[in-house]
Every structure is written in C-alpha cells, then in structure tokens.
C-alpha cells in the first residue's frame, strides 16, 4: 500500500512540475495589414494610412517582457526603414510599451495603448492618457499572428 501511495505521489509531483507557464496571449509574431497614424499633438491630423497613401511592411514580435519591431515604409518613392524595441506591460486591454530605441536613436518613450485581440487579429490604439482614455484622434494598427 505504501508503495502505491509513494507512486502515485511521485508520478503526480512529476506532472505537476512539468506545467508550463502560461503564455501571455500576445506572445508571438505579428505582421501589419493596417494602420491609421495621427501626429502625437492634440488636435492631431491624419499624416499616413496604410493601405492608402503609405506603402508598408512591419512586423512586431513579444516574447514574455519584451517586443521588438522591424520592417521599412515607402513615401512616394523613398523608402524608410522602421525597427526599434524596448519592454512592455500588459493588464487587460491596457498596454504599455518603454521604447528603449527605434531607428537610430536611443530614447526611453513610453507610449499608452489601448490593446485588444480578436481571434488572430491584434488591434493597438494611441494615445491614452494617464486615465487610459483614448484622444479624440488617435493612431491605430491592426496585426494578423505570423506565429
């Protein structure tokens, strides 16, 4: 008896010491299908849409604490390369991200969004204030999971 007691308790200590963490839902790879960006004033206007008046190819990747982004856009016809990362923290749909550098700079920028995920799509909206209230205007980009 008290080997089956010892069995069973060593067999369900090693199931239970093989469960994985589990995965923030936003973990992954995800590629850009469109955006909307405002200028970050208040009483913003519309500076680029995609698709529309913005060529581009972006995609973003998180692991566990981190994101990072790369891709490049074209403006009639030069074309920019995008890519920076930094750290992020999610709680619910409120998302924060600390761009540690973008480009070529290295700055430490903190931008608020509002974060949703709908089956495959991620969908970010910015700015939010303090109180994760959206501007009248603000920028949107919607992803599609890669991985």
């Not at 850009?32 to 995609?50: A, C, H, M, S």
């Amino acid at each position: 008896m008290k080997k089956v007691l010892f069995l069973s308790l060593f067999i369900a200590l090693i199931f239970g010491g093989c469960a994985q963490e589990k995965k923030s839902p936003i973990e992954g790879i995800w590629k850009l299908t469109y955006g909307k960006w405002y200028e970050w004033n208040p009483g913003d206007t519309l500076i680029y849409q995609f698709p529309g008046n913005i060529a581009i190819y972006h995609i973003k990747i998180f692991s566990k604490d981190n994101l990072t982004f790369v891709g490049h856009f074209s403006l009639d016809t030069i074309i920019h390369d995008n890519y920076g990362g930094g750290t992020y923290t999610l709680n619910g749909d409120k998302y924060e991200e600390n761009l540690l550098y973008a480009g070529k700079s290295i700055f430490n920028r903190k931008i608020r969004m509002i974060q949703e995920i709908r089956n495959d799509t991620l969908i970010q909206k910015w700015p939010a204030d303090e109180n994760w209230k959206l501007a009248d205007k603000y920028s949107i980009e919607k992803y599609i999971r890669l991985k």
